[in-house]
């Protein structure tokens, strides 16, 4: 399969932003993709940065006139895309959604966001309200996405989740970034750690996984702190958790070739899902084990 994934930074000129991602949808369309990977809430800036009732203005039904722009460059590259849109369920009931859109445009199917932070300039509990769809793969015409989004990527058992139920590639758009007063090091070990916890989950699950991050500076509009510098880095891994591609910190469009039948050989050769204690399990669904 070829995948192509879209890092972008982002202004606060919402149909700029938008039109931007098309130009470069087409170009990895262009380039052979058949798989597009967009950023976390890539419609708007970070908005999470402060608590601000203004910022539900933002949000939008599904399907909704996102969902109708983005399909409509889905149906004219006849590619698979991926979007993270800020979904408006009803008044005061928001989720942090990826929605799936065909090849012809329509909706293959979405996912909300299951676990929401709340850490100092990622106030995503204000806004979004914790997924109700379950970790369920949504099927399409390149195969079969276990889609999440972000925070997700730190949960090995929702990885695991989508494998259990057939998932092909795992998928994570990401907005995650460095504080300003953050030192050099603590950088490079929170970049590192970001990685190698989801090449793990390809390890664990031998599949592929991609994971879509924002990049460039977004401004705290409180002031309190210096903003966020999104730190871009998208990367592709395959299912020994070897990286097949990784970006800078600037913007791209990276297009990378999967080769997804290498996923059959890696699990003959390390039969996980075979040896798993299925019998001894059941203590992880307690949220601490006393």
Known sequence: MKIALIQ???????????RKLAERIDAAAGDGAELVVLQELHNTPYFCQVESTDNFDLAESVPGPSTEFYGAVARRNG??????????????????????????????????KMHIP???????KFYFTPGDLGFRPIRTSVGVLGVQVCWDQWYP?????????????????????????????????????WQTVQRGHAVANGLPVVAVNRCGL????????????????????????EMLAEAGCDECVMTVDVDMR??????????????????????????FID
């Open 218 to 241: 977004e401004p705290d509009p409180s002031g309190a702190t210096g903003g966020i510098e999104f730190w871009g880095h998208s990367f592709v891994a395959g299912p020994q958790g």
């Open 118 to 124: 709340d850490d100092p300039a990622y106030y995503e």
């Open 8 to 18: 972008q930074s982002i202004s606060p000129d919402i149909e700029s932003n938008k």
């Open 157 to 193: 058992e929702g990885a695991r989740m989508m494998a259990l139920q057939g998932a092909e590639v795992l998928i994570y758009p990401t907005a995650i970034g460095w504080e300003s007063s953050d030192p050099d090091d603590e950088k490079q070990r929170q970049l590192g750690a």
């Open 262 to 287: 290498r996923c059959e050989n890696v699990r003959r050769w390390w039969p996980f899902l075979r040896d798993r204690r299925i019998d001894e399990f059941e203590p992880l669904t307690r949220r």
């Open 79 to 112: 590619v698979v895309l991926v979007t993270s849109l800020f979904e408006r369920r009803a008044a005061g009931l928001y989720h942090n959604t990826a929605v799936v859109l065909e090849r012809d445009g329509s909706v293959a199917g979405r996912y909300r």
